[in-house]
């Protein structure tokens, strides 16, 4: 191991997948999907979604985004070993997400609208709603805080910035990845897009008609190396490349050539000194939109080649908007750490235009290296390097 080095000493994760990393393990084990009807709100649009069930948010002083944060961050923590040595090191919060960012004061709208006055408690908990200054108050760290509000690609751009601030000297760690709660506005949102799907969805399929929305949270600790081994910490994980392009095309279109997504993952190979050839497997975005797979898979075959393995995880867990990068890195260090990966879920029928297809089945992968994609309305393109020694 080369000093400098980023590592990984730490992670959690909950969504409909599971409430932490075991019981995630066992839903890709078992190939099993827990789309449903929410239960969280009332709405006519009877969309299925992946609702992190039996989460009951805390006791109302916190949102529910943040609570997902909580729990995921207390695992990553636990994991990590730093739960007693907080105060030793210079430690940041980098989060991403976009419920947390706007979409929580509805309950005030709606009281007021109707009644004329409305209880302050939905303000509160909209003043209190920062997501990475909600989190250093918590665990009671002081050092850089920044939420990212980046659309979809939110979770890995925070992760990204999390990895410039090592390098950078600021911090010593890094506590980063990315929480979203279910809303109604963005189903309603994307269901006005037309683009939400009234089935599980079908990432990369044939007859993909769209996505499914999911919620919950995933948090990696990313610490200087030299760091990590001075606290005794031992892994086997690096954080080695980070990559981000924007497409300048469309506000919620993808380039149709995909020039955006190809630099994203050429700036995170080259950042992390590796070539496509050395990456075992692909972690993609596919969010069961026609454009989006079309468009990745194009890229993700021009860039790795017909022989790559790859597949997309929101068969599992939905499309958790600015949570998904965080969530998905977790997965993606399951999948290098495990030796395999699941069948991608929902996907059947292979789709000629786009020219490749993910995993069918539980997969063997062999290698060190893996890579997480998140693409995101605006143009965003993002993409991280994982690797393992």
Not at 281 to 287: C, D, P, R
Request: proline share 3%.
């Amino acid at each position: 191991m080369q000093s400098g080095n980023v590592v990984i000493s730490g992670m959690g994760v909950i969504s409909a997948c599971g409430k932490n990393i075991s019981e995630t393990r066992d839903t890709f084990a078992a190939g099993r999907r827990n789309g449903s009807e929410t239960t969280l709100f009332e709405t006519m649009l009877k969309y299925p979604v992946f609702e992190v069930k039996g989460f009951s948010g805390g006791d109302g002083k916190f949102m529910r985004t943040l609570e997902l944060a909580f729990v995921t961050v207390r695992q990553a923590l636990e994991d990590s070993g730093l739960e007693d040595k907080l105060n030793d090191f210079r430690i940041g919060v980098c989060l991403g997400t976009t419920v947390a960012s706007q979409l929580n004061d509805i309950d005030f709208y709606n009281e007021y609208k109707n009644t004329g006055s409305a209880s302050l408690c939905s303000v509160e908990r909209y003043l209190k709603g920062n997501l990475a200054e909600a989190v250093s108050k918590k665990i009671g760290v002081s050092g850089l805080a920044c939420t990212v509000v980046n659309a979809c690609s939110s979770g890995t751009d925070a992760i990204g910035v999390g990895l410039s601030w090592l390098r950078a000297d600021l911090c010593d760690i890094v506590i980063c990845g990315g929480a979203d709660e279910l809303n109604r506005v963005p189903l309603a949102g994307f269901g006005s897009l037309g683009v939400v799907s009234d089935s599980l969805c079908k990432p990369f399929d044939k007859d993909r008609s769209g996505l499914n929305l999911g919620e919950g949270a995933g948090v990696i600790i990313i610490e200087k190396e030299g760091i990590c081994r001075k606290r005794g910490k031992k892994t086997e994980l690096f954080l080695r490349g980070y990559g981000l392009a924007a497409d300048a095309y469309h506000l919620t279109t993808p380039r149709p050539n995909g020039s955006g997504l190809e630099t994203a993952l050429a700036r995170a190979m080259d950042e992390a000194g590796i070539t496509p050839s050395q990456v075992a497997f692909v972690n993609a975005h596919g969010t069961a939109t026609p454009d989006n797979d079309l468009v990745e898979g194009k890229v993700l075959a021009r860039v790795f080649g017909a022989g790559l393995k790859f597949l997309s995880t929101k068969g599992y867990s939905g499309h958790t908007l600015g949570a998904a990068g965080g969530i998905e890195a977790v997965f993606t260090i399951l999948g290098l750490c495990g030796g395999w990966i699941p069948q991608s879920a929902g996907f059947e029928k292979p789709d000629d235009t786009i020219g490749i297809s993910p995993v069918t089945q539980k997969t063997t992968i062999s290698g060190q290296y893996a890579i997480s994609t998140s693409l995101a309305f605006g143009g965003n393109n993002s993409a991280i390097v994982i690797g393992k020694e």
